[in-house]
């Protein structure tokens, strides 16, 4: 268990010493062909990013602790192939023409959760990036405040399925799911299916309209150095992924 004390560090040295390590996990289609990564943040001495984050808000530095990670990301990133979706918090919508310089329309996604719900003002942002032609994806579809009604406030491009959604159609009980896919369809949003733990889940879904799929049976977040020495052309359904 990560202590508050440790939490607090793990912030003060991100924000401080830019001490965060940018991690990539691949993005790929249910025909098996590389869609992108996301990137993701780890933090030295291995505090958990949602506690970083939360602090971070409680603090009211969570657009600097954005900025910290999305450069790091983007450093990254420089040589990998496909899309790149990063990761912003609502924090960092009240201001999204600073997101500008993190990189091309045309290969950035922008990630935006809302498990804490998303404001007026954050709406506006989203707005904003959208005329910029970035593309939005909706993370963490099926908890905190991500309900299908907010589809039609946010009209994302691509919805992510929250990795519970997921595990929850796996055992068995597809109706959440399902109902998460009609909504996007009627929007005209591809459907991203996180928490993949078996690729062998992959042709179901391809099934029930999913277009992406991610998640530790498909690859883990690895560092870059990792991505630049695998062939990731090799479809999902081969290869020792």
Not at 93 to 106: I, V
């Amino acid at each position: 268990m990560t202590s508050h004390d440790e939490v607090s560090d793990a912030l003060d040295q991100a924000l401080g010493e830019a001490a965060i390590l940018s991690v990539f996990q691949p993005i790929w289609t249910v025909d098996g062909k590389l869609l992108g990564f996301e990137a993701l943040s780890r933090f030295h001495n291995g505090s958990p990013p949602d506690e970083v984050w939360a602090l971070a808000h409680k603090r009211g530095v969570a657009a600097r602790l954005d900025q910290v990670a999305l450069r790091r990301a983007i450093e990254g990133s420089s040589d990998l192939p496909g899309r790149l979706f990063l990761n912003v918090t609502t924090a960092h919508l009240a201001n999204p023409e600073a997101l500008k310089t993190f990189g091309d329309p045309d290969r950035v996604v922008w990630e935006v959760s809302e498990r804490t719900g998303i404001a007026l003002t954050g709406l506006d942002g989203l707005r904003w990036l959208k005329n910029q032609d970035y593309t939005i994806a909706m993370d963490d579809a099926g908890v905190g405040h991500s309900t299908i009604e907010r589809l039609e406030a946010i009209r994302p491009e691509i919805v992510k399925l929250d990795r519970r959604v997921v595990e929850v159609w796996a055992s068995g009980r597809p109706e959440p799911l399902r109902q998460w896919v009609s909504a996007a369809t009627k929007i005209g949003a591809m459907v991203l299916a996180e928490g993949v733990e078996d690729r062998r889940w992959v042709a179901a879904l391809a099934q029930e309209g999913v277009t992406a799929v991610q998640g530790y049976g498909l690859g883990r977040p690895l560092p870059p150095d990792y991505w630049r020495t695998v062939p990731t052309a090799t479809p999902i359904t081969d290869g020792q992924r």
